[in-house]
Nanobody
Framework: QVQLVESGGGLVQPGGSLRLSCAAS????????MGWYRQIPGKQRELVAS???????NIADSVKGRFTISRDNVKNTVYLQMNSLKPEDTAIYYC?????????WGKGTLVTVSS
């Protein structure tokens, strides 16, 4: 069982930045594939960014050039740096870990982009 705890969400003005963090449990974090998803109420959850255990990043076209994903295998943490935020980025952001064929999810953190 892998536990994930997100932090860093909040209210930010358009054009602003936030950094989300996701702390994962377990001693083999370096082997986890990690990702960030987001969901607007009433819509499907969508992939924002992912990073393989080898450090290969995949960024959704909708946020490419604005968001970056990174990981710290010593701290068991994955980050999502979000710059140039837009109102349409408002959503609940979820951390995901794919480990040994199973998906694990955090409880989510709310990001609101509004003036």
């Amino acid at each position: 069982q892998v536990q994930l705890v997100e932090s860093g969400g909040g209210l930010v003005q358009p054009g602003g930045s936030l950094r989300l963090s996701c702390a994962a449990s377990g001693s083999t974090f370096r082997f986890y594939a990690m990702g960030w998803y987001r969901q607007i109420p009433g819509k499907q959850r969508e992939l924002v960014a992912s990073m393989s255990s080898g450090g290969r990043a995949n960024i959704a076209d909708s946020v490419k050039g604005r968001f970056t994903i990174s990981r710290d295998n010593v701290k068991n943490t994955v980050y999502l740096q979000m710059n140039s935020l837009k109102p349409e980025d408002t959503a609940i952001y979820y951390c995901n870990a794919f480990v040994s064929g199973s998906d694990y999810w955090g409880k989510g953190t709310l990001v609101t982009v509004s003036s």
